[in-house]
């Protein structure tokens, strides 16, 4: 499926985020951990990291179901690691997904094939490990664009 989405943010107070998903889906908040930001909701970082365990598990669950087999309630943990760049930039360094099966291995049919694949179905993490290109760009209220 090509196209693309919008997702808004909107600074509530101090660092804290409103991000509105459009489609009637119900708004949430960010927010950077003390003494920075008051913790009241994920970070960037935490959001990426569930975004990349989020879609491979549901990647998982997508590559089972294929060869007709339920994985039940699964689970999914992810750690993200951070650490400084050679200009003492805080960046995410690595990310460690953990996903936890809720039925036995031994009822899965083709299981074998579905973790072989699994991973080349996650839109999110693909695209992590490989790299996104991006633009950016800064512009006033009136819409001036000042990068």
Excluded at 61 to 88: M, Q, Y
Excluded at 105 to 120: K, N, T, V, Y
Aim: charged fraction near 25%; glycine fraction near 8%.
């Amino acid at each position: 499926m090509n196209g693309e989405f919008c997702v808004t943010l909107t600074r509530e107070d101090n660092y804290r985020f409103v991000l509105d998903f459009g489609s009637g889906m119900a708004k949430t908040v960010s927010d950077e951990p003390e003494p920075v930001g008051e913790d009241t909701g994920p970070n960037p970082e935490q959001l990426l990291a569930a975004a990349v365990a989020n879609c491979l598990a549901a990647s998982l669950l997508f590559a089972v179901r294929k060869f007709k087999g339920d994985p039940g309630h699964l689970s999914a943990t992810a750690i993200c690691k951070t650490g400084r760049n050679e200009k003492n930039r805080l960046r995410v360094t690595g990310l460690d997904v953990a996903i936890t099966l809720d039925a036995e291995p031994e009822s899965l049919p083709h299981l074998e094939r579905a973790l072989a694949q699994f991973e080349d179905f996650c839109t999110v993490s693909q695209s992590v490990r490989s790299g996104i290109p991006f633009t950016v760009s800064v512009k006033s209220p009136d819409g001036r664009v000042l990068k």
